[in-house]
């Protein structure tokens, strides 16, 4: 017998007849003799219909009231998968964010788990009933409905697996786990039967979409054993686990990308103490994330070239609070691009091996790619290139990494 | 200043044009100096969505998460009226039935309200902050949500009235108030300025669907003063009031008509003590309601045949008990009818007037309608007719009983 937490996205979860396919998964596991806690999102396309009609109701929407509008669409998801697992004799009730309780902080929108009272839901496991629960919400101090983001279901199934020691966190989704690149760019694209937290951490903020980046920092803190797998097919996923687990362990992992990128260079920055607060002080206070950065000294020696992205979200407002800046500053000219792309080959391996950087640089060079910025973290290399260049790239270092599917 | 409870229900907050419509309305009730209460049903058409995919998911849905699914379809339309009346400048914030609380009994699909307890709420009325609350829902003493059945925002909206001791309880709906009868079949129907309680009820119950029955009961109870008018148009509407403060009360103040009745007959039941029971226990124990009953001495002398109705949803469930209990009644013939229609004259003013009834028969008669029950109350005569007189019926009613307009 072990005790598992299953969770199952908007895609899974989309009509009825997928409701029924994942109570029919959640079944077999019970019927395995597991006790088992089900985590569902919003049927597919919910969540965004929701969202759509708070930023209707008012672009500059209360994110409190945001949170009561956007959680609705998990509730019903949990009553109606419940529904069906009891016409299927598995006995079973809904669990919403504020019955469990899931405590969170107050930052609506985005808010972060506090503490999951499960005690109530073991009690039930004893009796040999399934928990069904809201994925993506919880409840603040004061009682009001909260949100972990979007893709925060993720977030809310490894929170309430640590929270209920389980032995292991299944997220099942739409693809069938992790891959070494995006296959629907690389043909030769492999499943990954483990991945190490750590890479898992990386792949997931360089652009793979397969989980929310904070459940898989969640899980490397609180040791959850995670799979990713298929809703719809019975076969094994990638297993997320620690480094130890892992006895081969290839040098680069897996290749991520991101298009959520936009670049700004300020040219002839005065190259002066305190140059860099000026320009990044502002735009944090504008709570604008910079990514990758770059300083160059300027052909003159006096100034500077700085080079940055942000995401394309907030390209536009980072743009606005430069040019309020420009006096204060002091630059020539602020250029901008957001046709680019940001790759980045990701692998615990590098930790031992030198040589990856450069292994990714020439093969860029080979096929005549410029790089415009490079970052580096110890199990990473990103770098940033022209957007049109992205399916090439992606194949040239997954050949060049001999990454490819024999 | 006054404090007033406001209700909208879902036509009224179909979609963000209306709900900006129903936030001017209470816009202007703050800027009038009174604290207000804001109740709000799911957008039109939510509900009925919702219902069907707990059918959908099983037709023996279990009722408690049935409650979870549907009493989502509010939780959205608070939070957009909430945000809606802050981008208009009026303080607002949501509130759930769980949040309020209002608590309530553990029938789920059909709660009754136990409590409410309106100390933060009315806190925060002095904050000047409107409240904004989803009707239909409550919470059992367990921590689950309830739902007080189809129509049960006006319940809400008047037990909310009844708990903050509100000045006035307005029921906004797409119809400008209470007419003597359906505008839409009699050309020539009046709105009332005022009507009873006791009518109120009896109208509602008889088919009316201004208001739900239990709503206005609650209402009477609680000396609630109700309102009901049109959300679309800004001219008063019907006040729903005491005895005492109508000062000419007509005899016959309106006409309801009820489709929603199917006629059984049990022809040559023995004609013995017990009967009734041996009948009428099967369908209370099937939790089916019995309306209109008539019992006539058959031809023979021995047996009698009984007639009486119930609604159409039930009606389909009372032949199958009935034909199962066929050997201890031991009727001899069941007979069904779904085309007939209740045609009911109620009014308060027939306590102190005869010839009520009469009157109905003759204008009925007049026109070769044939009556195939009657049952009465002190305020009250209803009668079953076929249901393809149900329009000359009302027609000649109404002007029978002086009630057309100039």
Chains 1, 2 share one sequence.
């Not at 998990?74 to 919403?96: C, D, F, K, Y």
């Not at 930052?107 to 629960?133: C, L």
């Not at 719809?232 to 620690?242: H, I």
């Not at 630059?331 to 590098?350: C, H, Q, T």
Request: glycine share 8%; aromatic share 4%; hydrophobic share 45%.
């Amino acid at each position: 017998m072990a005790r598992i937490v299953m969770k199952f996205g908007g895609t899974s979860v989309a009509n009825l007849e997928r409701i029924r396919n994942v109570a029919a998964r959640v079944k077999k596991e019970v019927e395995a003799g597991n006790e088992v806690a089900v985590i569902v999102s919003a049927m597919a396309g919910d969540t965004n219909r929701l969202v759509a009609l708070c930023e209707e109701a008012s672009p500059l929407y209360d994110l409190r009231e945001y949170d009561v509008v956007v959680s609705s669409g998990e509730q019903v998801t949990i009553g109606l998968l419940s529904i069906v697992l009891q016409s299927m004799g598995v006995p079973a009730r809904s669990w919403l964010g504020w019955q469990i309780p899931v405590n969170t902080s107050d930052a609506h929108g985005s808010a972060r788990i506090q503490s999951i009272d499960t005690s109530d839901m073991i009690r039930r496991f004893g009796e040999g009933q399934v928990a069904v629960v809201a994925g993506f919400q919880g409840v603040d101090s004061m009682g009001r409905i909260t949100t972990l983001g979007r893709g925060g279901s993720d977030t809310s199934a490894v929170g309430l697996a640590a929270a209920l020691k389980a032995d292991r966190c299944d997220i099942y989704t739409d693809v069938d786990g992790v891959y070494t690149t995006d296959p629907r760019i690389v043909a030769k694209a492999r499943k990954l039967d483990k991945i190490t937290y750590e890479e898992m951490l990386e792949m997931a903020s360089q652009g793979a979409k397969v989980l929310q980046t904070r459940s898989v920092e969640l899980a490397m803190k609180e040791g959850v054993r995670l799979q990713v797998l298929s809703s719809f097919e019975e076969r094994p996923g990638t297993l997320v686990v620690d480094e130890g687990e892992i006895v081969e362990q290839e040098i680069v992992s897996g290749i991520a990308y991101s298009r959520d990128e936009a670049k700004i260079t300020l040219r002839e920055v005065p190259d002066r103490p305190g140059i860099a607060a000026s320009i990044f002080g502002p735009l944090t206070d504008a709570m604008i994330n910079v990514d990758m950065i770059v300083q160059n000294v300027s052909a003159t020696g006096e100034a500077t070239d700085l080079t940055f992205t942000v995401t394309k979200a907030d390209f536009n407002r980072a743009v606005e609070v430069l040019k309020g800046e420009e006096q204060t500053i002091g630059y020539k000219e602020l250029r901008a691009d957001k046709d680019v792309v940001k790759v980045s080959v990701i692998g615990v391996g590098m930790r031992s091996h030198a040589g990856v950087a450069q292994r990714m640089f020439k093969a860029l060079a080979d096929k005549g790619i410029n790089i415009q910025v490079i970052s580096t973290s110890e199990i990473k290399v990103s770098v940033l290139i022209a957007e049109e260049y992205t399916e090439l790239a992606l194949r040239s270092l997954h050949t060049a990494y001999g990454l490819d599917a024999a």
